[in-house]
């Protein structure tokens, strides 16, 4: 079955400066990637999807590149801010219509 | 648009005891989901319907776990008896359909703690 590997498990980084975020996914058949954003006492947000005929997609500071070939995706943040502080999730949907999460990704931002 | 709505937001029994979670999904969302994060962890499905069918149990703990959507709308989630294992948030998503492409929106959980 489908199985999703996220790095790094913490990330710290500057306010201003950028963040990235990378999973990787074992079956070639996934072909929706959907990003969410967990902050403290709430459920997960999604932030961003990509499907598999798009190689990137950008939503203001926010984008997610996808590689099919070497089967990994990337969530880049720019000029970030304090209220980008969170937990952020990769997963996969597999051939069942089911998402397959990474184990999450704390980012702080440090002022 | 309203969100998924659950409820309660935090409760607190002893081992053993017996626990029910609701979910109510966005309007005209057909697909309901029910899922367990431990802390530290990403979601972990429990449960999938489709309007009232059920379309995946696989990872309920079916001795002691129970779900139905009886109308197609809203679910309860049940928990009978608790084990201390079963500390965790319990969070409900839903979607349009099962269908790929579909994005899945939560609620804010269930946080369970056992004594």
């Known amino acids: 079955g489908e199985n999703v590997e996220q790095h790094p498990s913490t990330l710290s980084v500057q306010e201003g400066d950028s963040a990235v975020i990378k999973c990787t996914y074992s079956d070639s058949a996934s072909n929706y990637f959907p990003w969410y954003k967990q902050e403290l006492g709430k459920g997960p947000q999604l932030i961003i999807d990509?499907?598999?005929n798009v190689g990137e997609k950008k939503d203001q500071r926010i984008a997610v590149t996808l590689n099919k070939t070497a089967k990994h995706f990337s969530l880049h943040i720019t000029e970030t801010q304090p209220e980008d502080s969170a937990v952020y999730f990769c997963?996969?949907?597999?051939?069942?219509?089911?998402?397959?999460w990474g184990a999450g990704t704390k980012l702080i931002i440090k002022p | 648009e309203a969100g998924v709505a659950q409820s309660p937001r935090y409760k607190i029994i002893e081992k053993r005891q017996s626990v029910a979670f609701w979910c109510n999904p966005i309007?005209?969302?057909?697909?309901l989901y029910w899922y367990q994060q431990i802390l530290g962890q990403g979601p972990k499905l429990l449960i999938q319907f489709q309007n009232n069918g059920v379309v995946d149990d696989s990872q309920l703990p079916k001795d002691r776990f129970s779900a139905e959507r009886l109308k197609g709308v809203d679910s309860t989630l049940k928990i009978q008896p608790a084990k201390l294992e079963d500390s965790a948030v319990y969070l409900c998503a839903s979607s349009l359909g099962p269908g790929q492409y579909q994005p899945q929106h939560f609620g804010d959980g269930t946080r369970l703690s056992i004594l």
């Open positions: 309007s005209g969302h057909a697909t």
């Open positions: 997963a996969a949907m597999d051939s069942n219509y089911q998402l397959i």
């Open positions: 990509i499907r598999s």
